[in-house]
């Protein structure tokens, strides 16, 4: 089974209290921590890697984030499959966007549904021919993660209008959707009204349990740049003790 398929089979079939459970590695090292520890795949998050290149988020140059992403799954060197975050997609062609990724090892990708410049949220009709050409280019060679942006853009209705861009996105080829920021109380009606996978976000160490959000309606788990918060946190805590 090829990486990507095996990507794809980790989604399919999960008891509702056993989410796939999806780290977010931000630079080679950490990639190799999360890998020995045991996870089945990873998926790298935008932030994360910005913080550590330096940059804010969504200020990456889009030829600094490929190679970025390139070094993370050099670094597994195969052991599991790599998605990585790559934002709204850097104003490439669909041609162009599946080519860079392939290029570097990644088999899969979140495209957000709102512009990285201003934050707002793209047409959802216009979004879906995006992903449908993406899926085109790909084929069956790239797992597409859509994000859907309505409870962080703070639209009216959020869960509603999460559900019909949703239905939109897998129409034409996602094979997964991210509702960014959607809180767990909202994860039922999601999962009745979604068809396929759901991504949760979480926060390490707080709000419900990993079980407790599968159990909801998440089918995998990613934490944004919160493992890289947390890892920066307990590094400054051990800079202060060297004086």
Known sequence: MSLVEEFRALHHGRAPGDPLVLPGPWDAASARVFVDAGFPALATPSAGVAA??????GEVPPDEMFAAVARIVRAVGGAVPVSADIEDGYGLTPRELVDRLLETG????????SASSGGALRDPREQADRL????????RGLFINARVDTF??????????????????VEAGADCVYPIGAPPEAL?????????PINVGAKPGSGP??????????????FGPGLQIRSTE?????ASRLG
């Open 52 to 57: 550590s290149l330096g940059y804010a988020d």
């Open 106 to 113: 990644a088999v899969g990708c979140n495209l957000e549904d």
């Open 132 to 139: 449908a050409e993406v899926r085109s280019v790909a084929g």
């Open 152 to 169: 962080i853009r703070g639209v009216a209705d959020a869960g509603r209008a999460a559900v019909e861009r949703a239905r939109l996105y």
């Open 188 to 196: 039922p009606a999601l999962r009745a009204g979604i068809e396929g």
């Open 209 to 222: 349990s990993l079980r407790e959000l599968g159990s909801l309606g998440a089918t995998r788990i990613t």
């Open 234 to 238: 307990a590094l400054r805590e051990i």
